[in-house]
């Protein structure tokens, strides 16, 4: 859906659930790809990789049963739509749209299924399944997945500059320049402030399992006897391309 923005006020589009998943999201893949060669800090990059996975599930849940913007079938679009919205966004001229554009849209379930691809080729490689194909699949999605949100931050960068309006905070306030009835009724802050329960409890259930229950960084290192073979198939990978320290 499109609408002028010239006689449009903010009104809420992104209900608290979509913007608590959106930056546990970020935060997430952003932490799991930091720590993804550390030894010492893979059981923060193993619970960051759940923690992605369970996002993943909500958001396929809420797409469906959310709130009107939060809804896959209010911004899923075809290929037609995609290409005629990218042309007017070169052509300095975008359509405004009240949800995620077309393009946005691409992106977004680009990246819930790397993401989804992400979770369970780590959790194979984690278990010690699959060998060297899950670990260069694993690399390969984090990769593909890391030039993914390259693209649509540039995207939204440069759609906030052509509209005059900042997308990023909108997705920390939930509002957009919309009229009011493209606007919608509840932010859901019920939802949203379960998912930071859920989530926090279990950061803190992770915390507490890590071998020597202190949560302390030699606890992160010593792993379990999975993560003990994962890290010693990698550092042979490594020696046998001849770098070996």
């Known amino acids: 859906m499109t609408t002028e923005t010239t006689s ?17 999201m970020v935060l997430s ?58 042309g007017a966004l070169l052509r300095g001229q975008p359509e405004h749209h009240v949800g995620h554009n077309p393009a946005g849209a ?11 691809l992400i979770v369970g080729s780590g959790w194979a490689l984690y278990n010690d399944i699959g060998g060297e194909l899950f670990e260069e699949l694993h690399e390969a999605a984090a990769n593909l997945m890391l030039a993914v949100v390259a693209v649509h931050v540039a995207g939204v960068a440069l759609a906030s500059r052509l509209h005059h309006e900042n997308l990023v905070g909108a997705m ?19 939802v949203g402030a379960l998912m930071l329960v859920a989530v926090l409890g279990f950061w803190a259930w992770q ?39």
């Open 29 to 86: 893949f952003a932490g799991a790809w930091l720590t993804a060669e550390s030894e010492r800090w893979r059981l923060l990059h193993v619970t960051l990789g759940y923690t992605l996975g369970g996002l993943v599930a909500f958001r396929l849940v809420w797409g469906l049963v959310g709130s009107r913007h939060a809804r896959f079938a209010s911004f899923v679009r075809g290929p037609g739509a995609v290409a005629r919205y990218l």
């Open 172 to 190: 920390v306030s939930g509002r957009k320049a919309a009229v009011p009835e493209d606007g919608i009724r509840s932010a859901w802050r019920s």
């Open 8 to 24: 449009s006020k903010r009104v809420l589009v992104w209900d608290l659930p979509v913007r608590v998943f959106h930056w546990l």
């Open 207 to 245: 915390w507490q399992q890590a071998p020597g229950g202190g949560g302390q960084a030699a606890s992160a290192v010593q792993g379990d006897g999975a993560t003990a073979a994962v890290g010693e198939r990698r550092h042979g990978k490594r020696g046998h391309d001849g770098d070996d320290d």
């Open 106 to 116: 691409l992106a977004i379930v680009a990246m819930l299924g790397l993401s989804a």
